[in-house]
T-cell receptor
């Protein structure tokens, strides 16, 4: 089954404790992206990647890191989480670029205390 | 600044027709998406418009007017399962995707 998977789905953590949210897709997509979604706001892009070893900042990259060592995986790293990073996070992928339909993972609900 | 406006919430009756509007002010335009998002779930693709006019796909249609910076999503023969948020997103001149906050559609029996 073609899909984007994220882990964990839910996470409660404390300020300053490093965490990684994994994202993997099995559709051989070049383009991958991380978004956060907060009430009353649209999806906001954190980072994106056009292909392996190529990553770029989105609208709200501060406090986040990513890597793209393999085509299928695009982990999101929070080196020192803070309460303002409490949010719902989505990973997405698409064939080639932004013009194409994006396939979203199920989401990770993160709470930072 | 770049801006996408959608109504926050709409209510409609099962079996009826509803039109969800989206107006945008962006630095350039390279296409517009509509996505559906059920509560607690991931967004799923509905449509993509890059040229003016109406695109029909079953019960859902999407319209675009680039000169007016305007799009709408038309849902016909509404079903209870259509209760969801509908997200409008525009690709700007820098090929960045700008998202609206979404319209929550409530369907009543």
């Amino acid at each position: 089954e073609a899909q984007v998977t994220q882990n964990p789905r839910y996470l409660i953590t404390v300020t300053g404790k490093k965490l990684t949210v994994t994202c993997s897709q099995n559709m051989n997509h070049e383009y991958m992206s991380w978004y956060r979604q907060d009430p009353g706001l649209g999806l906001r892009q954190i980072y994106y990647s056009m292909n392996v070893e190529v990553t770029d900042k989105g609208d709200v990259p501060e406090g986040y890191k990513v890597s793209r060592k393999e085509k299928r995986n695009f982990p999101l790293i929070l080196e020192s989480p803070s309460p303002n990073q409490t949010s719902l996070y989505f990973c997405a992928s698409s064939f080639e670029a932004i013009y194409n339909e994006q396939f979203f993972g199920p989401g990770t609900r993160l709470t930072v205390l | 600044g770049q801006n996408i406006d959608q109504p926050t919430e709409m209510t409609a009756t099962e079996g009826a027709i509803v039109q969800i509007n989206c107006t945008y002010q962006t630095s350039g335009f390279n296409g517009l998406f509509w996505y559906q998002q059920h509560a607690g779930e991931a967004p799923t693709f509905l449509s993509y418009n890059v040229l003016d006019g109406l695109e029909e796909k079953g019960r859902f249609s999407s319209f675009l007017s680039r000169s007016k910076g305007y799009s709408y999503l038309l849902l016909k023969e509404l079903q209870m399962k259509d209760s969801a948020s509908y997200l409008c997103a525009v690709i700007d001149s820098n090929y960045q995707l700008i998202w609206g906050a979404g319209t929550k559609l409530i369907i009543k029996p």
